[in-house]
């Protein structure tokens, strides 16, 4: 389900270049594409929490590794780009000069866990309640960290705390909070209903497989519509790769501890890209939000074979 998802996603925007008759509804099928996603990612967590007791949603100890861990190394690669902005030393130099990777590395470590990793986690044999948990955790800390190191990155930006804390929760607010409070809602409310939608394990992973269409279809185009040399993708392609080996290996290696491998190893490397994009290009230089669309390929490359591997044990 997930190889046809990828290749059909760059399959269809490859298709798309070569129709020229076509571009001139580009617009509206882009339109379509980014209020799609919003939509099945509220969807797919709805259903997340509807599956999950309230009582369930409590902090464990791999959270605050996970959390130390994402939070300090993107505060070291921002503090490395920030020093180097003000000081004259040939490493300042070097680390000004390569950037973008710093910043693609960057994104790829601050970006939040992604809202379909509990479908993914559930499928694994995981626990999905732990996920969810640190899902909500990550992205309200996403909600401050990133704000706080905008302005000191890009100061010409004139970019402020408020503006970017406001911004980003406008974002998180709809497609995290929202979908927590409205099952709530429908599981004391709505209760045969609630019990229906429970009971349909298999409907957010085929949703996230469309997401996950949509997400490559719009990586692609990020990418072939880039205007950086084919050098400086690649090693935006090398640094996101090098980022989601670390984050799904570190992860692991944390729940190993406290026996929830599969839990931490998720939650910690497959990412919000549609979310990251979103940040590269608002925030950061537009070039780095294609450091996003390589990890999406990279981490569904991953979970496809982790799923693959699930199987066929079974």
Excluded at 135 to 163: C, E, G, R
Excluded at 262 to 289: C, D, H
């Amino acid at each position: 389900m997930l190889v046809i998802g990828m290749i059909s996603g760059a399959g269809a925007y490859l298709i798309y270049m070569q129709i020229p008759a076509i571009h001139s509804a580009g617009p509206v099928l882009e339109t379509i594409c980014r209020r799609t996603q919003p939509i099945l990612l509220f969807l797919m967590l709805f259903i997340s929490f509807s599956r999950i007791e309230p009582r369930q949603l409590r902090p464990h100890r791999w959270h605050l590794s996970d959390l130390l861990i994402q939070l300090s190394a993107y505060i070291l690669l921002s503090g490395a780009v920030i020093w180097a902005m003000h000081s004259t030393c040939p490493a300042a130099a070097w680390i000004l000069r390569h950037r973008v990777l710093f910043e693609s590395a960057m994104l790829c470590m601050i970006c939040p866990t992604a809202t379909a990793c509990a479908v993914v986690t559930g499928k694994l044999g995981g626990d999905m309640s732990q996920v969810v948990m640190y899902t909500i955790i990550i992205n309200l800390a996403v909600s401050v960290v990133v704000p706080l190191t905008v302005p000191l990155l890009y100061p010409q930006a004139d970019i402020t705390f408020i503006a970017a804390f406001s911004r980003i929760l406008t974002k998180v607010f709809p497609l995290l909070i929202l979908p927590c409070l409205t099952a709530w809602a429908v599981r004391y409310l709505m209760p045969r209903f609630h019990e229906w939608i429970a009971s349909r394990i298999n409907l957010s992973f085929y949703m996230w497989s469309v997401a996950l269409t949509l997400a490559i279809l719009m990586s692609t185009r990020a990418i072939i519509h880039s205007s950086c040399s084919i050098w400086t993708l690649a090693g935006v392609a090398l640094v996101s790769m090098v980022c989601c080996i670390f984050q799904f290996w570190i992860g692991r290696r944390i729940g190993s501890k406290t026996g929830n491998r599969i839990e931490a190893s998720q939650a910690f490397g497959q990412k919000n890209t549609v979310f990251g994009i979103w940040m590269g290009y608002t925030f950061w230089n537009p070039l780095v939000s294609v450091a996003g669309g390589f990890y999406t390929i990279w981490h569904n490359i991953h979970n496809t074979r982790q799923l693959y591997k699930k199987s066929k044990r079974q």
